[in-house]
């Protein structure tokens, strides 16, 4: 499958990285093509910069916004959430009608240091304002919950653990959900949880995923979503 990731850092990198090695084709879209490729050094993760990055991973296409989702058959949008609508409004409603998207971005507000809050919340979110702006993507919101490893290789950790999906188009979602196997997430923990307007509850983690990270020392954990029986 041709597949566009819009964003340049940590989680577009790794996302890529993860489809190049299923084999689809895929192109990275970034606001400025020189630019990106010009980046060395290593990024506040560790990881070498872009254009090192880039070096090692050839095969991976590196285009503008709009070249990449015009070329893609399914978009994974790995921007940061000050960057979604800009990036998306280069990419041009035209090249993004039709085409199936996964949402990964926040409304994370880090202008006061850390820990973030949101600039998008309680009655809406990120993944509506995409929807509502481009009513013919079918928008998927997943992944957010979560690490950029473990989004892309769940048996990293030792135990079952939960992704979410929120997005009106049933067809997408299954689209989605496939790709998600592909990852290696198991059937029975990937939990659709209903339309768009249900991304509002997954954005919101983002509070107590960032506070958890403060108090662990560590990255790399998820949440678990564990059923039982009503009493009586």
């Known amino acids: 499958m041709k597949i566009a990731v819009f964003g340049t850092g940590v989680v577009g990198q790794i996302i890529s990285e993860k489809l190049e ?14 630019e990106a490729l010009s980046r060395s050094g ?7 910069g872009f254009g090192e990055w880039h070096s090692n991973h050839p095969k991976v296409k590196v285009a503008t916004y709009a070249v990449a989702a015009a070329g893609g058959d399914l ?9 979604t609508m800009p990036a998306l409004e280069q ?4 090249n993004l009608a039709g085409k199936v998207m996964i949402d990964i971005s926040n409304p994370l507000d880090f202008s006061k240091g850390f820990p973030p809050s949101l600039f998008i919340c309680n009655t809406d979110s990120l993944g509506e304002q ?8 079918k ?10 490893y473990i989004m892309v290789n769940p048996a990293v950790l030792p135990e079952d653990h939960t992704v ?5 188009d049933a067809g997408a979602k299954d689209e989605v959900r496939e790709l998600l196997k592909s990852f290696g997430w198991r059937e029975k923990n990937i939990i659709d949880m209903g339309d768009i307007t249900t991304a509002r509850g997954t954005e919101q983690l983002l509070p107590i995923w960032v506070r ?10 998820n949440f678990k979503i564990v059923m039982g029986a009503i009493p009586g």
């Open 75 to 83: 978009i994974v949008n790995a921007t940061n959430g000050t960057g």
């Open 139 to 148: 928008v998927v919101k997943s992944l957010n919950t979560m690490n950029a």
């Open 130 to 137: 995409i929807q509502r702006a481009y009513p013919e993507l």
């Open 212 to 221: 958890l990270y403060g108090s662990l020392k560590n990255p790399m954990f």
């Open 91 to 94: 990419a041009g409603s035209k």
């Open 164 to 168: 979410f999906m929120n997005g009106n």
């Open 21 to 34: 090695n299923l084999d689809h084709e895929v192109t990275i879209g970034t606001r400025n093509v020189e």
């Open 42 to 48: 290593k990024d506040n993760f560790g990881r070498p």
